[in-house]
């Protein structure tokens, strides 16, 4: 880009990084959006319309977005698929924009201990009102805002099944919504630069165009797969009986489905 624009690779670095910055610091808060007020409304009935599942107020997921190994610790940034990395967290309504996003973790961290470092689940009670919840893979712990697909080991009832196949059909906005985020940017595939704070400024600046390439209804790209399934479960989230609840709701939730069927 330097040579294509007659332009010293110092000047071209600064300028890469003073549109991040802004991208990030002045615009992301009024692109990605938790749903508030009228809009959660809007948000849950969207969703809705997809399988049934109601009070969706999102789909969350991480994905891993190769870097080249950094100098400090490059082990914790070697993820288990055999390469360096970050994880971007993010959650996307129904039209596949992105209503928050964290990213900075190393690779070797899981999609759980992530969500458990960042923003979302710190304010969760500020964020998602009571009976609302977001929806996430088996990678995720249930809680009573989280709720995860029953495990299949060959024993699943039809009302389990039936869940499972509402589930994965409304939850694959999010990995739609990566797919076409590094399908936009191809950056996102590969990171050469040695610049972690510039990496992390530059994925969140990406996930702003996004939503203002939806928002301007400019889709015309085609999907990258984008799988980070494992199955895991981390002890941590069993605590104050938060998986209790979680249970509760995705039994209340079955029980609205079967009635539909």
């Given at each position: 880009m330097a040579d294509r624009f007659d332009v010293g690779k110092s000047s071209y670095h600064r300028s890469i990084k003073r549109v991040a910055c802004a991208l990030v610091d002045d615009i992301m808060p009024q692109v990605i959006q938790w749903p508030t007020g009228n809009k959660i409304g809007e948000t849950s009935n969207a969703f809705s319309d997809i399988s049934g599942l109601l009070n969706v107020l999102g789909a969350v997921d991480g994905s891993h977005i190769p870097i080249k190994a950094p100098k400090e610790i490059p082990n914790a940034y070697y993820n288990r698929k055999k390469y360096h990395s970050v994880v971007l967290l993010a959650t996307c309504d129904a039209s596949l924009r992105f209503t928050y996003v964290w990213t900075g973790n190393p690779g070797s961290n899981h999609d759980a201990t992530v969500?458990?470092?960042?923003?979302?689940?710190?304010?969760?009670?500020?964020?998602?009102?009571?009976?609302?919840?977001?929806?996430?893979?088996?990678?995720?712990?249930?809680?009573?805002?989280?709720?995860?697909?029953?495990?299949?080991?060959?024993?699943?009832?039809?009302?389990?099944?039936?869940?499972?196949?509402?589930?994965?059909?409304?939850?694959?906005?999010?990995?739609?919504?990566?797919?076409?985020?590094k399908a936009r940017f191809r950056r996102l595939l590969r990171f050469e630069a040695s610049d972690l704070k510039l990496i992390v400024y530059s994925i969140l600046s990406a996930c702003v165009l996004h939503n203002i390439c939806l928002n301007m209804n400019e889709e015309n790209f085609d999907y990258?797969?984008?799988?980070?399934?494992?199955?895991?479960?981390?002890?941590?989230?069993?605590?104050h009986g938060h998986q209790m609840c979680g249970v509760r709701l995705r039994n209340e939730i079955m029980q609205h489905l079967r009635q539909l069927n």
């Open positions: 969500l458990r470092s960042s923003e979302l689940f710190q304010q969760v009670d500020n964020l998602i009102p009571p009976m609302y919840y977001i929806l996430g893979d088996s990678t995720f712990p249930l809680l009573g805002w989280l709720v995860t697909p029953f495990r299949d080991f060959g024993n699943l009832t039809r009302d389990q099944r039936l869940f499972n196949n509402s589930h994965s059909k409304t939850r694959q906005v999010i990995e739609r919504s990566f797919g076409l985020l990258i797969e984008d799988d980070n399934t494992e199955l895991y479960v981390n002890d941590v989230y069993r605590q």
